[in-house]
């Protein structure tokens, strides 16, 4: 007979306590005399709760500030220990969350843009700063401004569920965007400096929020993508989007020339083609899954292609897994805009359901309850004589 399997490691481990296993077997070391379960923290904070000040104490990494916030909501045995021991218990989830490497990389990456943003003059400065009616082609101001599905169902077209497409950028603000990107190569490759490239998966391309562009993208976000996405994606935590990850991709010769399959590190991606001459380069998508079914199949009917068009914006869940055929013949560039929600990642951290937005898991609902269903009618079946 064989060994029985080990039990499967917690699914959240941020909010599992560890028990005591009696079937553990006695070479196995015993738990330490002053057992601490878990670190955990509460959902909820506690509101009346006077928190500590932790301005003079040495906090490897963390703002002093972020500590009296979070211990609102430590567990009730840790509220009134000593401060040493809270922040202490404090630091250790946020070590979790945010492990050393991801500071680093914060650090660097302020650090970066900073150095940028003091050597580099923009070429079109008008387009730092929001200006609505320069940018945006006056039926997607109006759709917005109309603050109703019906207003902008009436330019947003759904040509595949979940999927939607709508003119978007005026052919003056797309060209002055990518006058500014060469600008702004050219100006890295005199410098001599490093460029950041957008994320692992492109060699072309940069990110708008490092020369500059981050308060305008936030603007853009908030006011042009938000309102969209509270009502297309609600379930993908589409009206709690705070924060984004603006860049351009560049295709054609001597650029990248496709993208992988994949998902997005968003809750809701903007993909916005700026131009130039371009064939191919469609964006191919193939159903929406969870963090789990990223590689499952594909089924017929999730099967969905979109060619670009020139100030045409396409507005996808980062879910939709997608794709970019070869550029074939010219040169293309897009405006891309990864829209997150820290909100909706931290409470599906404790969501015990499955995703209804995913294909798989639903796929595989239906599966379990169809083969349920048919043991049962065979017992009873079977119990007739
Ligand atoms: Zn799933």
């Given at each position: 007979m064989s060994q029985p399997p080990p039990p499967p490691p917690p699914e959240n481990d941020d909010i599992y306590y560890p028990t005591h296993h009696h079937n553990q077997s006695h070479n196995q070391q015993p738990p330490p005399a002053t057992f601490t379960p878990y670190p955990s923290l509460r959902l909820n904070p506690v509101r009346d709760h006077h928190s500590e000040n932790y301005e003079d104490m040495q906090l490897d990494h963390y703002p002093p500030l972020l500590l009296s916030s979070l211990e609102r909501h430590l567990p009730n045995r840790m509220l009134n220990r000593p401060r040493e021991e809270k922040a202490e218990y404090m630091t250790n989830i946020l070590n979790k969350y945010y492990p050393l490497n991801e500071h680093i990389r914060m650090q660097k990456q302020r650090e970066y843009r900073q150095k940028i943003i003091s050597s580099y003059p923009p070429l079109h400065k008008e387009i730092y700063s929001m200006h609505a009616e320069n940018f945006f082609v006056p039926s997607f101001l109006e759709a917005i401004q109309g603050k109703s599905e019906a207003s902008l169902r009436r330019v947003i077209a759904e040509p595949f569920k979940g999927i939607f497409t709508f003119q978007m950028l005026q052919p003056g603000f797309c060209q002055k965007l990518m006058e500014e990107v060469d600008h702004f190569e050219r100006h890295i490759k005199r410098a001599k400096l490093k460029i950041m490239r957008p994320n692992t998966m492109n060699q072309f391309g940069v990110v708008l929020d490092d020369f500059g562009m981050e308060a305008m993208l936030q603007s853009f976000m908030e006011t042009f993508i938000r309102p969209l996405s509270e009502v297309f994606f609600t379930e993908f935590g589409g009206s709690s989007l705070e924060s984004h990850h603006g860049y351009v991709v560049e295709y054609g010769t001597n650029r990248d020339l496709d993208l992988g399959f994949h998902v997005d590190d968003a809750e809701v991606t903007l993909n916005v083609c700026l131009g130039k001459q371009f064939s191919g380069g469609e964006l191919y998508f193939r159903g929406v899954r969870c963090d789990n079914h990223v590689n499952s199949q594909i089924q017929s009917e999730e099967i969905f292609d979109y060619s670009h068009v020139p100030g045409q914006a396409v507005l996808h869940s980062g879910r939709h897994r997608h794709g970019v055929r070869p550029t074939t013949s010219g040169h293309r560039l897009n405006l891309i805009i990864w829209c997150r929600s820290s909100v909706h990642r931290e409470t599906k951290r404790y969501?015990?359901?499955?995703?209804?937005?995913c294909a798989e898991c639903k796929r595989q609902r239906k599966e379990r309850i169809r083969a349920r269903i048919a043991s049962a009618s065979q017992n009873f079946f079977g119990m007739r004589p």
């Amino acid at each position: 007979m064989s060994q029985p399997p080990p039990p499967p490691p917690p699914e959240n481990d941020d909010i599992y306590y560890p028990t005591h296993h009696h079937n553990q077997s006695h070479n196995q070391q015993p738990p330490p005399a002053t057992f601490t379960p878990y670190p955990s923290l509460r959902l909820n904070p506690v509101r009346d709760h006077h928190s500590e000040n932790y301005e003079d104490m040495q906090l490897d990494h963390y703002p002093p500030l972020l500590l009296s916030s979070l211990e609102r909501h430590l567990p009730n045995r840790m509220l009134n220990r000593p401060r040493e021991e809270k922040a202490e218990y404090m630091t250790n989830i946020l070590n979790k969350y945010y492990p050393l490497n991801e500071h680093i990389r914060m650090q660097k990456q302020r650090e970066y843009r900073q150095k940028i943003i003091s050597s580099y003059p923009p070429l079109h400065k008008e387009i730092y700063s929001m200006h609505a009616e320069n940018f945006f082609v006056p039926s997607f101001l109006e759709a917005i401004q109309g603050k109703s599905e019906a207003s902008l169902r009436r330019v947003i077209a759904e040509p595949f569920k979940g999927i939607f497409t709508f003119q978007m950028l005026q052919p003056g603000f797309c060209q002055k965007l990518m006058e500014e990107v060469d600008h702004f190569e050219r100006h890295i490759k005199r410098a001599k400096l490093k460029i950041m490239r957008p994320n692992t998966m492109n060699q072309f391309g940069v990110v708008l929020d490092d020369f500059g562009m981050e308060a305008m993208l936030q603007s853009f976000m908030e006011t042009f993508i938000r309102p969209l996405s509270e009502v297309f994606f609600t379930e993908f935590g589409g009206s709690s989007l705070e924060s984004h990850h603006g860049y351009v991709v560049e295709y054609g010769t001597n650029r990248d020339l496709d993208l992988g399959f994949h998902v997005d590190d968003a809750e809701v991606t903007l993909n916005v083609c700026l131009g130039k001459q371009f064939s191919g380069g469609e964006l191919y998508f193939r159903g929406v899954r969870c963090d789990n079914h990223v590689n499952s199949q594909i089924q017929s009917e999730e099967i969905f292609d979109y060619s670009h068009v020139p100030g045409q914006a396409v507005l996808h869940s980062g879910r939709h897994r997608h794709g970019v055929r070869p550029t074939t013949s010219g040169h293309r560039l897009n405006l891309i805009i990864w829209c997150r929600s820290s909100v909706h990642r931290e409470t599906k951290r404790y969501q015990k359901e499955f995703p209804t937005w995913c294909a798989e898991c639903k796929r595989q609902r239906k599966e379990r309850i169809r083969a349920r269903i048919a043991s049962a009618s065979q017992n009873f079946f079977g119990m007739r004589p």
